[in-house]
């Protein structure tokens, strides 16, 4: 297949959670190394949280995967609702025991007071998009976790539920809570930049000057799953100039119309 450059820059843009894009940015890793930190530390679930867009789930995934040869770990990316189907799983997960009928909390909380831990390593369920769980099946997860034979690490937006869980669980020992954010302008150069190097589109990531990204953060304010959109819409539209209209664009430096363009037909903006 041909090398399209816009083509290839675009699909870089592509909002998918996989670990071999994973950037390393400066904050996210201070955070990550803090987070490492406390996996090791007795009595503590791990919350992690922040706006949608803001790499929860890429910051989980990649834990996830540097874990696993350290730690028995496991990721939920999709909460299992269904408490009988979440406990089997995870007697399943922590234990290979398989169960053919109900399991509810009281009959696996036996089974977790009668194991042994294998080794001083606690082994660590990742949960994402955790807002969507109910308070209840929270509380079980923390007296879960206070058996100390099991860790969460547990990734949720804000939502009102989560203000219920930080009101009753937030500020008590059993936490450490990160906050992800969005970037800054300079994270946003870095990311946009090495997104692109990364896929050997050298050329389109020095296509952005300090102006443009001041521009597109100004639009996405930072959010990355926004700016995923942003940039996925404008390499979209230069592939389109390039097909039809060559001579209306400008390979070397971004063009701030583009941008705008772009911003108005991800609906970022308002026209
Ligand atoms: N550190 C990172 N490296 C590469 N891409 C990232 C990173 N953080 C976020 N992203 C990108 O941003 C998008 C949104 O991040 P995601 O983890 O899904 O956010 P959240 O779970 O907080 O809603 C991802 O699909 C991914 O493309
Ligand atoms: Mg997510």
Same mark, same amino acid.
Request: hydrophobic share 40%.
């Given at each position: 297949?041909?090398?399209?450059?816009?083509?290839?820059?675009?699909?870089?843009?592509?909002?998918?959670?996989?670990?071999? =894009?994973?950037? *390393? +940015?400066?904050?996210? /890793?201070?955070?990550?190394?803090?987070?490492?930190? !406390?996996? @090791?530390?007795?009595? %503590?679930?791990?919350?992690?949280?922040?706006?949608?867009?803001?790499?929860?789930?890429?910051?989980?995934?990649?834990?996830?995967?540097?874990?696993?040869?350290?730690?028995?770990?496991?990721?939920?990316?999709?909460?299992?609702?269904?408490?009988?189907?979440?406990?089997?799983?995870?007697?399943?997960?922590?234990?290979?025991?398989?169960?053919?009928?109900?399991?509810?909390?009281?009959?696996?909380?036996?089974?977790?007071?009668?194991?042994?831990?294998?080794?001083?390593?606690?082994?660590?369920?990742?949960? =994402?998009?955790? *807002? +969507?769980?109910?308070? /209840?099946?929270?509380?079980?997860?923390?007296?879960? !976790?206070? @058996?100390?034979?099991? %860790?969460?690490?547990?990734?949720?937006?804000?939502?009102?539920?989560?203000?219920?869980?930080?009101?009753?669980?937030?500020?008590?020992?059993?936490?450490?809570?990160?906050?992800?954010?969005?970037?800054?302008?300079?994270?946003?150069?870095?990311?946009?930049?090495?997104?692109?190097?990364?896929?050997?589109?050298?050329?389109?990531?020095?296509?952005?000057?300090?102006?443009?990204?001041?521009?597109?953060?100004?639009?996405?304010?930072?959010?990355?799953?926004?700016?995923?959109?942003?940039?996925?819409?404008?390499?979209?539209?230069? +592939?389109?100039?390039?097909?039809?209209?060559?001579?209306?664009?400008?390979? !070397?430096?971004?063009?701030?119309?583009?941008?705008?363009?772009?911003?108005?037909?991800?609906?970022?903006?308002?026209?």
């Amino acid at each position: 297949m041909e090398f399209n450059i816009y083509e290839s820059s675009r699909d870089v843009f592509l909002d998918t959670v996989n670990t071999k =894009d994973y950037i *390393q +940015l400066d904050r996210v /890793s201070n955070i990550y190394q803090s987070l490492k930190d !406390s996996i @090791t530390k007795p009595l %503590k679930m791990i919350l992690l949280y922040g706006k949608p867009g803001t790499g929860k789930s890429m910051f989980l995934t990649k834990l996830h995967d540097s874990l696993l040869s350290s730690h028995a770990a496991h990721l939920y990316s999709t909460p299992i609702l269904d408490e009988s189907e979440f406990f089997k799983t995870l007697a399943q997960d922590l234990y290979g025991m398989e169960y053919s009928g109900e399991l509810n909390f009281t009959q696996f909380m036996k089974v977790v007071n009668n194991k042994e831990l294998n080794g001083p390593v606690i082994p660590l369920i990742l949960l =994402d998009e955790a *807002q +969507l769980y109910s308070s /209840s099946m929270m509380e079980k997860i923390r007296l879960l !976790s206070d @058996t100390r034979k099991v %860790k969460f690490i547990i990734a949720l937006h804000k939502t009102e539920k989560e203000d219920l869980i930080a009101k009753e669980h937030f500020q008590t020992r059993i936490w450490e809570s990160i906050k992800l954010e969005n970037a800054s302008t300079t994270e946003l150069m870095i990311y946009i930049q090495k997104k692109l190097m990364k896929a050997n589109c050298l050329d389109t990531a020095n296509m952005f000057s300090i102006k443009s990204i001041n521009l597109i953060h100004k639009i996405t304010d930072g959010n990355y799953r926004d700016t995923n959109k942003l940039m996925y819409t404008l390499f979209d539209i230069y +592939l389109h100039y390039q097909q039809n209209n060559p001579n209306q664009i400008n390979g !070397s430096q971004v063009s701030n119309k583009i941008i705008e363009m772009s911003a108005i037909h991800t609906g970022l903006i308002n026209a």
